[in-house]
Antibody
């Protein structure tokens, strides 16, 4: 059974940093693209970033470029999102997902990030 | 960036009725790179349809997708109680990946 479990969310002040993690199991993680998608409270879905199998390709939403970094550890079956210079508009539930040629076929349950003073 | 516009915003229907959801793209989505997701309150989205018309694993055949170019449709042939949810379309033709704003299917 495929499982994706996010962690690392919480309350952070504007300008602060947070690192999200996603633990994967039930599929061949090292062979899969992975993605992060977020959802602001009461709003729709917004793609944030994705990464290929060997970290050679990484793509970001324009509004997070230069502030967010995506990485992975294939030995630990883990995906990460380092978020710096956080803003109020980054407040959202962050989901990790498996990215199969652009289709997000498995999702975690999400972790809530709240940026507020 | 491809902008996806979903209509209607809310669809009020009764169990057993047919639901037709629309997703219109601001430019042609090549190779029918269009997916549909279902999201229930407090849950993660679930993939329903990819490639505009292919059902994902385990999705009942009352869900069907159609369309090409800039106009796509998700049809639920007979609504079951568990189908009342929010539905999103998503394009994966190019970056950034984008979603529509969602259509809520509610019980009438």
């Amino acid at each position: 059974e495929v499982q994706l479990v996010e962690s690392g969310g919480g309350l952070v002040q504007p300008g602060g940093s947070l690192r999200l993690s996603c633990a994967a199991s039930g599929f061949t993680f090292r062979s899969s693209w992975m993605t992060w998608v977020r959802q602001a409270p009461g709003k729709g879905l917004e793609w944030v970033a994705n990464i290929n199998q060997d970290e050679g390709e990484k793509y970001f939403l324009d509004s997070v470029k230069g502030r967010f970094t995506i990485s992975r550890d294939n030995a630990k079956n883990s995906l990460y999102l380092q978020m710096n210079s956080l803003r109020a508009e980054d407040t959202a539930v962050y989901y990790c997902g498996r990215d199969t040629r652009g289709v997000f076929d498995y999702w975690g349950q999400g972790t809530l990030v709240t940026v507020s003073s | 960036e491809i902008v996806l516009t979903q209509s209607p915003g809310t669809l009020s229907l009764s169990p057993g009725e047919r639901a037709t959801l629309s997703c219109r793209a601001s430019q042609s989505v090549r190779s029918r790179c269009l997916a549909w997701y279902q999201q229930k309150p407090g849950q993660a989205p679930r993939l329903l349809i990819y490639g505009a018309s292919s059902r994902a694993t385990g999705i009942p055949d009352r869900f069907s997708g159609s369309g090409s170019g800039t106009d796509f449709t998700l049809t639920i042939s007979r609504l079951e109680p568990e189908d009342f949810a929010v539905y999103y379309c998503q394009q994966y033709d190019n970056l950034p990946r984008t979603f529509g704003q969602g259509t809520k299917v509610e019980i009438k």
